[in-house]
């Protein structure tokens, strides 16, 4: 069965520091979505990527934030400058022209430190 | 803004004891209702999709309802494998893979 695939599953980092966080998802999907999940708190909605552009964006996904696809099978998210306060599991998702429902990935851990 | 709100927090079941969880919501032009299933440490697993109010969809011991309010995911004879934190979500405006999720209802089965 097809999967959206993330890497790594855990990822430490000292405050300051860049991290890309990757995502595999499932092919022929085309509309790919970051989400975060902090720790006991919900999963909140980042951006959307569509068609090699951003589509929609949260609050939370400010100028420290980006993404990418950069050759067609993967879809990345940066953090440019790590705080503490991004610690939580991040989550890659994607969704098919026809499908209505979008598969995540198993997440990666992200701590800061 | 849409909003969602499940309750209850967490559930104890004994293993057979059937009981159902709520997912009450807002959203300006509703595209979807989900239910995802999650296990500690992982991602979201997709169970159902609810598009209009009359709306029912089962799944083994599972059953989701949906109203122009709320959802029900309603679970008959529990097992234990049934022990996760169950996670309801709508999509409004124009994206199906922008979602809004509650805050999830951890459901725990004792055999």
């Known amino acids: 069965e097809p999967e959206v695939t993330q890497t790594p599953s855990h990822q430490v980092t000292q405050m300051g520091q860049e991290v890309i966080l990757r995502c595999v998802p499932i092919?022929?999907?085309?509309?790919f979505y970051w989400y975060r999940q902090i720790l006991g708190q919900k999963v909140e909605f980042l951006v959307s990527?569509?068609?090699?552009?951003?589509?929609?964006k949260s609050e939370i996904f400010d100028d420290q934030f980006s993404v990418e696809r950069p050759d067609g099978s993967n879809f990345t998210l940066k953090i440019r400058s790590t705080k503490l306060e991004d610690s939580a599991m991040y989550f890659c998702?994607?969704?098919?022209?026809?499908?209505?429902?979008?598969?995540f990935g198993q997440g990666t851990r992200l701590t800061v430190v | 803004e849409d909003q969602v709100t499940q309750s209850p927090e967490a559930l104890r079941l004994q293993e057979g004891e059937s009981s159902s969880l709520n997912c009450s919501y807002t959203?300006?032009?509703?595209?979807?209702l989900f239910w995802y299933r999650q296990d500690p440490g992982k991602g979201p697993e997709f169970l159902f999709t609810?598009?209009?109010a009359g709306e029912e969809k089962e799944k083994e011991r599972l059953k989701a309802t949906l109203t122009k309010k709320e959802s029900f995911l309603h679970i008959t004879a529990p097992k234990p494998e049934d022990s996760a934190t169950y996670l309801c979500?709508?999509?409004?405006?124009?994206?199906?893979?922008?979602?809004?999720f509650g805050q999830g209802t951890i459901l725990t089965v004792h055999p």
């Open positions: 092919s022929n999907h085309l509309y």
């Open positions: 609810l598009y209009s």
């Open positions: 990527f569509y068609n090699n552009e951003i589509s929609e």
């Open positions: 959203v300006s032009g509703l595209r979807g």
């Open positions: 998702a994607s969704l098919g022209r026809s499908n209505t429902e979008a598969f």
């Open positions: 979500a709508v999509a409004g405006g124009t994206s199906y893979g922008k979602l809004t």
